[in-house]
T-cell receptor, first 112, second 111 residues
Framework: DTAVSQTPKYLVTQMGNDKSIKCEQN?????MYWYKQDSKKFLKIMFS???????INETVPNRFSPKSPDKAHLNLHINSLELGDSAVYFC???????????FGPGTRLLVL | DAKTTQPTSMDCAEGRAANLPCNHS???????VYWYRQIHSQGPQYIIH???NNETNEMASLIITEDRKSSTLILPHATLRDTAVYYC????????????FGPGTRLSVLP
């Protein structure tokens, strides 16, 4: 009965590859998010998305693209992976934009 | 940039109350104070939030000063499982406002 789930938990891949991380929430929330936590442990918003609008953090490279097949899912697709993309990626959701956010367990990405 | 200042680390004895301070001297009238924590290798966990009144739930209490320039998160009976990084965040609850996480306070609960 996990509220926000992510797959995979760990992802190890080579530079230049394309990969996707999946996120699902069963809370009935309308808004979902992706955050990145780097090696210095700072947690930064990458995207927020609901049925109406995608808000992109301007510092996020366009190699990163969120894809939402339906309201309960927000997947993160990353093209041409780079060493600096190694981090923990967290998905979150909230009832609406501006409400309390609930986080998933994270996906640990290591680019070699 | 985070609008809050927290101590880098704190220790607390198991079973005692853990009092985590947060300064937010530039807080606006419509900004709420939120607390999250992140236990090692897990996602951030919502704890509590408030605007100006003190709040209490099953996890913690939040005490906000009258001028709203600072607050304290209280874990009444800390356990070893409360060892985590605690984040104090101020934000407006409206469209487009996201959580900005600072470095937080690393709380170590000691046996």
């Amino acid at each position: 009965d996990t509220a926000v789930s992510q797959t995979p938990k760990y992802l190890v891949t080579q530079m230049g590859n394309d990969k996707s991380i999946k996120c699902e929430q069963n809370l009935g929330h309308d808004t979902m998010y992706w955050y990145k936590q780097d090696s210095k442990k700072f947690l930064k918003i990458m995207f927020s998305y609901n049925n109406k609008e995608l808000i992109i953090n301007e510092t996020v490279p366009n190699r990163f693209s969120p894809k939402s097949p339906d309201k309960a899912h927000l997947n993160l697709h990353i093209n041409s992976l780079e060493l600096g993309d190694s981090a923990v990626y967290f998905c979150a959701s909230s009832q609406d934009t501006g409400e309390t956010q609930y986080f998933g367990p994270g996906t640990r990405l290591l680019v070699l | 940039d985070a609008k809050t200042t927290q101590p880098t680390s704190m220790d607390c004895a198991e079973g005692r109350a853990a009092n985590l301070p947060c300064n937010h001297s530039t807080i606006s009238g419509n900004e709420y104070v939120y607390w999250y924590r992140q236990i090692h290798s897990q996602g951030p966990q919502y704890i509590i939030h408030g605007l100006k009144n003190n709040e209490t739930n099953e996890m913690a209490s939040l005490i906000i000063t009258e001028d709203r320039k600072s607050s304290t998160l209280i874990l009444p009976h800390a356990t070893l499982r409360d060892t985590a990084v605690y984040y104090c965040i101020v934000r407006v609850v409206n469209y487009g406002q996201n959580f900005v996480f600072g470095p937080g306070t690393r709380l170590s609960v000691l046996p």
